[in-house]
């Protein structure tokens, strides 16, 4: 979570850069400034190197406007922040455990928030028929947290019921 929030105040940083480069420059091309300077003024105030303030100033022979574009960087951004509060969410919900029996054995199914994981750790190693049953559901053998796993979202929540109903119903049959 510290390094979305690292990121999220990077790009808040650019974005205020590329907006102070664009009132510089809309400021100068109503002076009749040269480019030149432009780039000089941009560089020296927003703290852009000459090279970044440059892209952004010449202009292309397909491009009929200077300046910087923050739209890529603005959906950035939203996405950033969208995922540092489905994380927060996910952490204020906590690490849950439950324990299933199913007719093949007990299963343990635990929602690992700190690893964003959903996991199921059975007692030892599954049969043939409920490995693939689990790969199908898309989980993955962990060996360094000795459990199947996949991704902690609502669909992994659901493949996990899933596979635990498949497995019951396997045996039982």
């Known amino acids: 979570m510290q390094r979305i929030v690292t990121r999220i105040e990077e790009v808040a940083l650019s974005i205020d850069r590329m907006k102070a480069a664009n009132a510089i420059i809309r400021r100068m ?22 090279e970044a303030a440059a892209r ?12 910087f574009i923050t739209t890529n960087s603005r959906a950035e951004l939203r996405r950033l922040q969208q995922r540092l509060a489905a994380l927060a969410r996910m952490k204020e919900r906590g690490t849950r455990s439950q324990e299933v029996k199913p007719s093949a054995g007990a299963v343990e199914i635990t929602e690992n928030a700190d690893m964003a994981r959903i996991q199921l750790i059975f007692p030892d190693k599954p049969d043939e028929p409920t490995r693939r049953v689990l790969k199908a559901n898309g989980f993955r053998w962990s060996p ?27 045996s039982a049959a």
């Open 29 to 50: 091309e109503k002076q009749h400034t040269t480019e030149e300077d432009m780039i000089a003024a941009v560089a020296a105030n927003t703290g852009l190197s000459t």
């Open 56 to 67: 952004g100033i010449t202009l292309a022979p397909w491009q009929s406007r200077r300046g």
């Open 144 to 170: 360094s947290q000795g459990a199947w796993q996949r991704h902690l979202n609502e669909a992994g929540r659901y493949a996990a019921q899933r596979v635990v109903k498949t497995i019951s119903g396997a």
